[in-house]
């Protein structure tokens, strides 16, 4: 099992930015892809980036150029800076990760941290 746990959110204006963190737990060993997903007030969760162990990144369009993810291996650790924050940014934002590295979908889920993002 693998545990995650989220921190760095907050609440910022528009244009300024935010590092948050997502520290994993527990049978680390083999983790694989890690990601963050968001989910805005009354609207689905959401892709936003994601990174491999190789450190192969993805990101949803709506981010490209604004947000970067990065990992830490030796510390079981993934990052989101996020820059050029705007107000459609504003969300819970959710850290998940592949337990192992053969599993192509997400077993391990944080528990979210609220970003909002003020105009």
């Known amino acids: 099992q693998v545990q995650l746990v989220e921190s760095g959110g907050g609440f910022v204006q528009a244009g300024e930015s935010l590092r948050l963190s997502c520290a994993a737990s527990?049978?680390?060993?083999?983790?694989?892809?890690m990601g963050w997903f968001r989910q805005a007030p009354g609207k689905e969760r959401t892709f936003v980036a994601s990174i491999t162990w190789y450190g192969i990144s993805t990101y949803t369009d709506s981010v490209k150029g604004r947000f970067t993810i990065s990992r830490d291996n030796a510390k079981s650790t993934v990052y989101l800076q996020m820059n050029s924050l705007k107000t459609e940014d504003t969300a819970v934002y959710y850290c998940?990760?592949?337990?192992?590295?053969?599993?192509?979908?997400?077993?391990?889920w944080g528990q979210g941290t609220q970003v909002t993002v003020s105009s």
């Open positions: 998940a990760a592949a337990s192992t590295r053969r599993r192509s979908d997400y077993d391990s």
């Open positions: 527990g049978w680390t060993a083999s983790l694989g892809t």
